[in-house]
């Protein structure tokens, strides 16, 4: 992923560790829901990215995902110059097939954004509220059909 390395900052290993060996060592062990629409992966910042791109890429795991500030500029904000669309990204790319499954078997996703800086911090409210908004979009359209409040939910907090 640009921006992130070739290997996207090491999320399709990370994925695999998660899926194929993590969560089934968890299920068999403990007593869990195994089916993903009862999994859910959640993270903040790049963890939301991370959470977007493994819910994403493998539904058949985690069902659900709630994605808190995620990072959805990594690799088109600050990197590219000037400013690339989230469209043409190679996260998107990487994301795509999953996400262009029917309704039924693909995951849904929480995405949920702060509105105000944290004092001391680079302010990049704007960034994740931006890209966020315009994943959303993309999201909502072909070939992916997502519906608001049934495949995707946002939430904007502004305390």
Known sequence: MKGMGDDGGGLSKYTSY???RLKPFIDANYPT????QA???MGASHGGLASFYIAATRPDR???AGCFSPSFWVGVDFVVSPPASIQDSEYLKQVSKGL???ASSRSKFWIWCGLIPTPGQHNFEHYVRMRSIELIDILKKEPYN???DR?????EDPS
């Open 33 to 36: 829901k195994k089916e993903p």
């Open 39 to 41: 999994t859910a992966i």
């Open 62 to 64: 985690f069902g659900l």
């Open 146 to 148: 997502m519906k608001m």
């Open 18 to 20: 998660l899926c194929d």
């Open 151 to 155: 495949d995707l939910f946002f939430e």
């Open 100 to 102: 262009a499954h029917d």
